[in-house]
């Protein structure tokens, strides 16, 4: 499961990251402490990974997928379609939007935007 939480991390944590390791006990969670959390020793009993983790769990629950490495396997193939149009969009960033409506528009079915609740 922590494979997946690294992955689900990387791709959709949408926080600004603290760097400062002075911080990691500050209770101002504006910022996200995976990144600083990730130097200790029990880095998984740490409140950022924690939520990752649950966020993980939940993941796999509502997709009713019980196979985690499936999973771990399609955050990886999305992972090489994201970079791929990073490339595209780097060498032509004046038709970002059309590229990106032409990516959205072009999922089959219909793109339903789906959001994890935040866990608790």
Known sequence: ??????????????KPHERDQL???????RKCKWYI????ENLWKQPAHINWLKKA??????SEMKD????????GQITTVIA???YIV???PQLYEYIMTIVI????PKLKLFELPEST
Not at 57 to 62: C, F, G, K, R, S
């Open 84 to 86: 791929r149009l990073n």
């Open 105 to 108: 528009k072009s999922i089959k």
């Open 23 to 29: 911080k990691l006990n500050d209770p101002d969670d």
């Open 90 to 92: 780097d060498d032509y």
């Open 37 to 40: 959390e990730s130097n200790i």
């Open 1 to 14: 499961m922590q494979q997946l939480a690294q992955l689900m991390h990387v791709l959709l944590c949408e």
């Open 57 to 62: 769990e939940m993941l796999l629950e509502v």
């Open 68 to 75: 985690e490495e499936k999973m771990i396997t399609l955050f």
